[in-house]
């Protein structure tokens, strides 16, 4: 304990892994003291994976343990401790009674719901809260503010130029390198009938001992969550990240832009990164992983399109998506503009479908708590947004069963580009499609019983008589969305007979689709 009265309780939260954490910016080892907290409120709000709860426990404790030897003191509840009173607010109130201190400082949350909590907590406690901005993040909200007063349309691209430009990533004096700000369209390949090439897998980290504990605790406590816990590999110390960006850059950064849209049965990752988790964790700065793909393509090691392409997922899409929640929160959570109701099927849970596509996708996350974005755009999004479930719903069900949700990334995805329920403010049209698209971009369809093709029968594709009958449900609210004119022609050519048939067919598979959901319960 601090050799003198505690001055400042310095807060660090589970997703806020760094070293130059703000709220630890000027702590002091014989003044302030750190809290961490491993709290059931955080674990079981939703039903969340096995492998994720036990991903954010394992990498705090290692983290706890990095701050000791520094000599900061640390006081850490863990979960399990009987002591322990299950949240943020209890927590603290207790660390606070137990120590003292002249304020509390925090580096601002990744979720309106947490800081929201400490606010209180401490108001309540009569103790000054102060939150400090994260300096992980490129861009401060009070900077996307900025970007966006005035404009009618918060378009990314805009918004990705200037971050670019600022930081000087993949730039020419004041030209992007190559001439070409966006090299989108190279990214569109699918393996073709050969399938992938031998792909080596990311670079995977057994569990020490630290690790292990956490995964015991997660199998003994939350036994009845969903998810697997039989395949942890993931990175969870400072070192284990920057390893696994070494590993991407030097093993898949070569073909990743090129076929990132693509998927293929019982290949999880591709020339996918599965560096989110540790971004998202602040184990790994975003401008050493931008450095580092910057560094491979002007070395020769990459294209320019596979390095610009994750430099765009980086700085641009990633601050962008953090900068439109915290301009809209609260109220954006209750945002539902096409008036989706349902509830989120079972089998998004256990995979428990025979839709191949599904089922393959689902699978990856009970093993692994991932899914790369395509999975989750337009096979796991695609289907709730054309069955109609509640766009929170499903965001729900993304913080419950991937390793790297956090609110502030979840939400503008999953509930703004993915189930369009902001009414198109950060996607201009809703990612909708038929399963022609899926059977384009993967091998699924080939080891399924249903015809991508066909919209009505025993063997039409849910995914193909869900789309005709989401744009005739719709027709009216996308009239003048100009990006869905195509679409709502080729509807208009059906003969009217036709869509009556599809419609009906679709409302069986609705009623069918939704008619269990996830029962699970955490302790």
Same mark, same amino acid.
């Given at each position: 304990?601090?050799?003198?009265?505690?001055?400042?309780?310095?807060?660090?939260?589970?997703?806020?892994?760094?070293?130059?954490?703000?709220?630890?910016?000027?702590?002091?080892?014989?003044?302030?003291?750190?809290?961490?907290?491993?709290?059931?409120?955080?674990?079981?709000?939703?039903?969340?994976?096995?492998?994720?709860?036990?991903?954010?426990?394992?990498?705090?404790?290692?983290?706890?343990?990095?701050?000791?030897?520094?000599?900061?003191?640390?006081?850490?509840?863990?979960?399990?401790?009987?002591?322990?009173?299950?949240?943020?607010?209890?927590?603290?109130?207790?660390?606070?009674?137990?120590?003292?201190?002249? %304020?509390?400082?925090?580096?601002?949350?990744? #979720? $309106? !719901?947490? *800081?929201?909590?400490? +606010?209180?907590?401490? &108001?309540?406690?009569?103790?000054?809260?102060?939150?400090?901005?994260?300096?992980?993040?490129?861009?401060?909200?009070?900077?996307?503010?900025?970007?966006?007063?005035?404009?009618?349309?918060?378009?990314?691209?805009?918004?990705?130029?200037?971050?670019?430009?600022?930081?000087?990533?993949?730039?020419?004096?004041?030209?992007?390198?190559?001439?070409?700000?966006?090299?989108?369209?190279?990214?569109?390949?699918?393996?073709?009938?050969?399938?992938?090439?031998?792909?080596?897998?990311?670079?995977?980290?057994?569990?020490?001992?630290?690790?292990?504990?956490?995964?015991?605790?997660?199998?003994?406590?939350?036994?009845?969550?969903?998810?697997?816990?039989?395949?942890?590999?993931?990175?969870?110390?400072?070192?284990?990240? %920057?390893?696994?960006?070494?590993?991407?850059? #030097? $093993? !898949?950064? *070569?073909?990743?832009? +090129?076929?990132?849209? &693509?998927?293929?049965?019982?290949?999880?990752?591709?020339?996918?990164?599965?560096?989110?988790?540790?971004?998202?964790?602040?184990?790994?700065?975003?401008?050493?992983?931008?450095?580092?793909?910057?560094?491979?393509?002007?070395?020769?090691?990459?294209?320019?399109?596979?390095?610009?392409?994750?430099?765009?997922?980086?700085?641009?899409?990633?601050?962008?998506?953090?900068?439109?929640?915290?301009?809209?929160?609260?109220?954006?959570?209750?945002?539902?503009?096409?008036?989706?109701?349902?509830?989120?099927?079972?089998?998004?849970?256990?995979?428990?479908?025979?839709?191949?596509?599904?089922?393959?996708?689902?699978?990856?996350?009970?093993?692994?708590?991932?899914?790369?974005?395509?999975?989750?755009?337009?096979?796991?999004?695609?289907?709730?947004?054309?069955?109609?479930?509640?766009?929170?719903?499903?965001?729900?069900?993304?913080?419950?069963?991937?390793?790297?949700?956090?609110?502030?990334?979840?939400?503008?995805?999953?509930?703004?580009?993915?189930?369009?329920?902001?009414?198109?403010?950060?996607?201009?049209?809703?990612?909708?499609?038929?399963?022609?698209?899926?059977?384009?971009?993967?091998?699924?369809?080939?080891?399924?019983?249903?015809?991508?093709?066909?919209?009505?029968?025993?063997?039409?594709?849910?995914?193909?008589?869900?789309?005709?009958?989401?744009?005739?449900?719709?027709?009216?609210?996308?009239?003048?969305?100009?990006?869905?004119?195509?679409?709502?022609?080729?509807?208009?050519?059906?003969?009217?007979?036709?869509?009556?048939?599809?419609?009906?067919?679709?409302?069986?598979?609705?009623?069918?689709?939704?008619?269990?959901?996830?029962?699970?319960?955490?302790?």
């Amino acid at each position: 304990m601090a050799a003198q009265p505690v001055r400042n309780l310095n807060i660090v939260l589970g997703d806020q892994l760094d070293r130059a954490s703000t709220a630890l910016a000027d702590v002091h080892p014989q003044t302030d003291v750190v809290v961490m907290m491993e709290v059931d409120e955080e674990a079981s709000y939703v039903p969340q994976h096995r492998l994720r709860i036990a991903f954010f426990l394992a990498a705090m404790r290692h983290h706890r343990d990095a701050m000791r030897r520094r000599g900061l003191t640390v006081l850490y509840s863990e979960m399990d401790d009987p002591a322990n009173r299950g949240s943020f607010a209890s927590e603290l109130t207790r660390r606070v009674a137990e120590v003292g201190c002249e %304020r509390l400082i925090v580096t601002k949350p990744g #979720d $309106h !719901r947490v *800081e929201t909590a400490l +606010r209180e907590t401490a &108001a309540g406690l009569g103790k000054p809260l102060e939150v400090r901005d994260d300096h992980h993040f490129i861009v401060q909200p009070k900077e996307f503010e900025a970007f966006a007063a005035g404009r009618k349309s918060l378009l990314m691209e805009t918004f990705y130029r200037q971050v670019r430009s600022r930081i000087g990533a993949l730039m020419d004096g004041d030209e992007p390198v190559g001439g070409a700000w966006n090299l989108d369209r190279e990214n569109r390949a699918s393996f073709g009938k050969g399938g992938p090439p031998e792909i080596a897998p990311p670079l995977g980290f057994a569990p020490d001992a630290t690790t292990q504990g956490a995964i015991d605790l997660v199998r003994k406590r939350f036994a009845n969550s969903p998810g697997s816990l039989d395949r942890f590999d993931y990175p969870v110390t400072r070192d284990q990240a %920057r390893a696994a960006l070494a590993d991407f850059v #030097d $093993h !898949r950064l *070569e073909h990743f832009d +090129r076929f990132q849209d &693509a998927m293929a049965l019982g290949r999880p990752f591709l020339y996918h990164g599965r560096l989110s988790c540790v971004l998202n964790l602040h184990l790994l700065d975003p401008r050493e992983a931008v450095a580092a793909a910057e560094e491979a393509c002007l070395a020769g090691r990459a294209p320019l399109n596979s390095a610009e392409g994750f430099v765009r997922q980086i700085i641009g899409w990633r601050e962008y998506i953090r900068g439109v929640y915290w301009r809209e929160m609260p109220g954006y959570a209750e945002r539902n503009a096409l008036d989706a109701d349902l509830p989120a099927p079972k089998f998004l849970w256990t995979g428990e479908t025979d839709m191949a596509c599904v089922r393959a996708a689902v699978g990856q996350l009970v093993d692994h708590a991932y899914a790369h974005h395509i999975q989750r755009l337009m096979v796991l999004g695609l289907l709730n947004l054309l069955l109609g479930v509640n766009p929170y719903a499903v965001h729900r069900w993304h913080m419950s069963m991937f390793a790297d949700a956090v609110d502030w990334v979840s939400l503008p995805n999953v509930l703004g580009m993915s189930q369009y329920g902001d009414g198109g403010l950060v996607g201009t049209k809703p990612y909708c499609a038929s399963g022609n698209y899926i059977d384009r971009m993967s091998d699924y369809c080939r080891s399924c019983r249903y015809d991508p093709k066909r919209a009505t029968g025993a063997n039409a594709c849910p995914f193909t008589s869900l789309y005709w009958d989401f744009l005739a449900r719709h027709k009216g609210r996308f009239a003048a969305n100009r990006r869905m004119g195509m679409q709502l022609r080729n509807l208009e050519r059906k003969p009217e007979s036709e869509v009556r048939a599809i419609r009906r067919h679709a409302e069986r598979l609705r009623a069918a689709m939704t008619a269990e959901t996830w029962s699970g319960t955490v302790r």
